[in-house]
């Protein structure tokens, strides 16, 4: 019997969920001998020629990190959607949009100008092209797009695999569940469907009328390693953030960040997060309430921070009051689950 094909594609992202694989250790040894890995470019040398001698769902499962920013990388995921039964977005940007998403807060045209133009290091200005004549031809380089988006505002998506990166322990069930035959309705997101203060070691010592009078950031406190850290003023994101990572970032005395994104029942992490957390602002008053929120120096960066591209926003509304340019709605997912 041959053994399930997989492919993994980077799309735009740090590189974390690639290294998140190979962080299964010994692990990765046991995958490797229950599938096929016929693409992988960040590890293996596997060509795009290589995938489109494949026939048509042919790939098991594909695992798709990172938002999609450029026309090489929507070219490269409708390729992998088509050779594959099934497409799973793997880690925050995928999902979500993730930090990449954060870009959003910029027009094309502005970042473009910040990174070939504007900074102090760049000497002649000169703006990127997408196509150029050399002597050994004419050259063409991926489009710059207009936004990010998720990837499944691009293809239609039939797994989530959230985190930045995903945990380990849930990739090597995702895979497990892959080889054995056992993968759940399409449309799931493969954690845990309940929020991270369910699972944080803390949670015994979080008030249950909390209130505060102000809010602090990590590096202004010694933070108590044994108390709920929103009951210290940090802004910590695990009511509006879902189980699953066995939250290592709490165990290490700093505050959750969301990168494992909402419930089923969110439609918007970031405005969950904003509910949560203006809900424990002591003061009523519009000038009291006003003084505790302007503690939150970055609230777009903290809220959405993850989730921007994904949510009811998607990005930064246009000097003329209009969007520069609006995203997709989601793609159904194949096998006809709900998009996330």
Known sequence: MSKPKVAFYWCASCGGCEEAVVDLAEQVLDVVGAVDIVFWPVALDFKVADVEALADGEIAASFI????????????????????????????????????????????????????????????????????EVPEGRLHLPRFDEDVRTLDQVIPVDYYLPGCPPPVALIAQAVTALVEGRLPEPGTVLAPDVALCSECPRRATKPEDLKLERFVRPQEIVADPETCLLAQGLLCLGPATRAGCGAPCVAANMPCTGCMGPTGRVRDQGAKALSAIASLIAPSDPEGVAKVAEQILDPVGTFYRYSLPASLLHRRVGTDGGRPAEPSEPVAAAGGGEPR
């Open 65 to 132: 990190n990172g938002a999609v920013r450029t026309s090489e990388q929507r070219e490269i995921v409708e390729l992998l959607r088509r050779k594959s039964k099934a497409v799973v977005a793997f880690g925050a940007c995928a999902w979500l949009g993730g930090i990449p998403g954060l870009a959003n807060l910029r027009t094309r045209e502005e970042i473009l100008a910040e990174v070939y133009r504007d900074l102090p290091s760049v000497a002649d200005g000169a703006m990127p092209r997408e196509e150029v």
